[in-house]
């Protein structure tokens, strides 16, 4: 067998540099054509929560920049770990995107085995939106304020239930630090997201709710719950006349939730940059801005790697938070 000489080599490097450059721009021009097939978000609560009413919201947006479908679908479960984990073992193609929210910062200390780790198993593109929690009481609670909420509570120990999207979501943890800070005991009520937790409420099952302001503020529009307080510190703009929880009863209470888009681990950098620039634009659209002003949402203005520090921080930070309140899940 002869060896090639080293002019035969020479002579060949130019036509393997052509193919691999014409690989190359083939695998470059693919990744730009992204999306060339349905897109899904998954959601990991059940439907009417917060987190699927702003999946939904964006879903249609992106599917018209974007020009191919954005399905949202419901994989509720273990306080959003079970939809977690089935998008953070997606292939990293930009086909799966998560719909995030504190609970999965939460769900790293609340949970022994959540299935993920939130902070190394996605890629973490945008914040959609942060959004204080309102306290909220089926109408036939004898209370009108959260003065009032407190004085009845301390008058009942244990009788005053407070129903959650699940335990050791924001939803619960902004009762029990309530009940921490006031000194009372009510009881929790956990449920399979905020949706369920809500139609409960509504039905007179349980007293009361920290819940994400976005599912609560149509029923207190609609003079189906009363709304207390907001827990954040400042008043929110889609309900003025509604007082913190800060300024009622608890100097220093604050508490807000907050939505995010993740992508699997590894995802390629251009799609990422492409989806986060989408979200972006979506979030500006009038209509968009107009509803979340509704809901009492903010929208969030982090790029992808100051959101990713973003979700760093709040992992870091909740873990203290779950351990004081004694929240786990085996």
């Not at 090639?4 to 130019?14: F, N």
């Not at 599917?63 to 079970?82: D, I, M």
């Not at 910062?105 to 299935?115: D, R, V």
């Not at 609560?216 to 709304?227: C, D, E, Q, S, Y």
Request: no cysteine; hydrophobic share 45%; charged share 15%.
């Amino acid at each position: 067998m002869t060896m090639p000489t080293k002019r035969t080599l020479l002579r060949a490097l130019p036509a393997s540099l052509l193919i691999a450059a014409a690989f190359g721009s083939g695998a470059a021009h693919a990744q730009s054509n992204w999306p060339t097939k349905p897109v899904r978000i998954i959601v990991g609560f059940a439907p009417g929560g917060t987190t699927d009413v702003l999946a939904r919201l964006l879903a249609p947006k992106l599917s018209e920049q974007l020009g191919q479908p954005v399905v949202v679908e419901n994989r509720a479960g273990a306080g959003s770990n079970l939809g977690a984990s089935m998008a953070a073992r997606a292939p990293a193609d930009g086909y799966t995107i998560f719909a995030s929210s504190v609970s999965n910062a939460i769900n790293m200390a609340l949970y022994a085995k959540p299935g993920y780790d939130f902070v190394k198993d996605f890629t973490h593109v945008a914040l959609v939106a942060k959004v204080p929690n309102l306290l909220v009481v089926n109408p036939k609670v004898p209370v009108k304020n959260a003065k009032e909420y407190l004085e009845y509570a301390k008058a009942n120990p244990g009788k005053l239930t407070f129903a959650s999207a699940g335990s050791g979501s924001s939803i619960h943890l902004s009762g029990e630090l309530f009940s921490q800070m006031a000194h009372v005991e009510m009881t929790h009520v956990p449920y399979r997201g905020s949706g369920p937790a809500v139609t409960d409420l509504l039905g007179g099952q349980v007293n009361s709710m920290f819940d994400n302001m976005p599912s609560a503020i149509p029923h207190v529009k609609a003079g189906k719950l009363r709304a207390l307080a907001v827990t954040s510190a400042k008043r929110s703009p889609a309900l003025p006349d509604v007082p913190t929880i800060a300024e009622s009863v608890l100097p220093g209470y604050d508490v807000q939730s907050w939505f995010g888009i993740e992508l699997p681990a590894g995802a390629p950098a251009d799609i990422t940059k492409r989806l986060a620039a989408e979200v972006s634009k979506a979030l500006a659209l009038p209509d968009v801005k107009a509803k979340l002003v509704d809901l009492g949402a903010e929208a969030g203005t982090l790029s992808p790697a100051d959101y990713a520090a973003f979700v760093a921080g709040e992992v870091a930070k909740w873990g203290p938070v779950v351990k004081k309140s004694g929240a786990t899940v085996d």
